[in-house]
């Protein structure tokens, strides 16, 4: 039963990596950012995971074409993903990104049905991905509007000696 926690522990512990993530981001490079997350990676999966899992490291599976490629593309999209997150954190705030990057669960069942054959679509997945979509959307939405009338707000000031000016002297001042 433990084990249906794990995906809420794993987003207690994203809402962490966003966090510390977008501050990291001010100060180092994402290059360096992967570099060190590579090694920890390292670390954890030689010291740390043997003992977890009582298994260490086995390239044996690998040798199989298949089993190869599947784990190639799995990790090579995750790093995708992960970049993505990266670059979109150095422009928008880690609430922003995380919102939109849970949209994720929209793609996850249409993945599995069109490329593995695993239908993994019910009633309540459509809902629960209805409702997520309708969250993103009212959050982008937000954003966006929120964006422009910041904007505004920024004309609006960067406008406002001129206008004062007009109202103090009665004409436009240069």
Do not use: R
Not at 43 to 48: D, F, G, V, Y
Not at 50 to 61: C, E, L, N
Not at 91 to 102: C, D, L, N, R, Y
């Amino acid at each position: 039963m433990f084990y249906l926690l794990l995906p809420i522990l794993a987003g207690v512990f994203w809402a962490v990596c966003y966090t510390f993530m977008e501050q990291s981001l001010q100060n180092v490079s994402i290059a360096t950012w992967y570099f060190v997350g590579g090694v920890v990676s390292i670390l954890i999966s030689l010291l740390l995971l043997p003992k977890m899992t009582g298994s260490g490291v086995d390239i044996k599976p690998l040798l199989k074409k298949e089993i190869f490629i599947v784990l190639v593309v799995a990790i090579v999209s995750a790093k995708i993903a992960d970049m993505s997150i990266a670059f979109a954190l150095t422009k928008s705030p880690a609430t922003f990104v995380a919102f939109g990057e849970i949209s994720y669960v929209l793609f996850v069942p249409f993945v599995a049905l069109f490329i593995f054959k695993d239908n993994q679509i019910t009633a309540h997945t459509m809902g629960g991905g209805l409702v997520v979509f309708l969250g993103i959307s009212i959050l982008l939405f937000g954003q966006l509007k929120g964006k422009a009338d910041s904007n505004a707000l920024n004309m609006a000031q960067e406008d406002a000696p001129v206008t004062l000016a007009v109202a103090e002297t009665g004409h436009m001042v240069d």
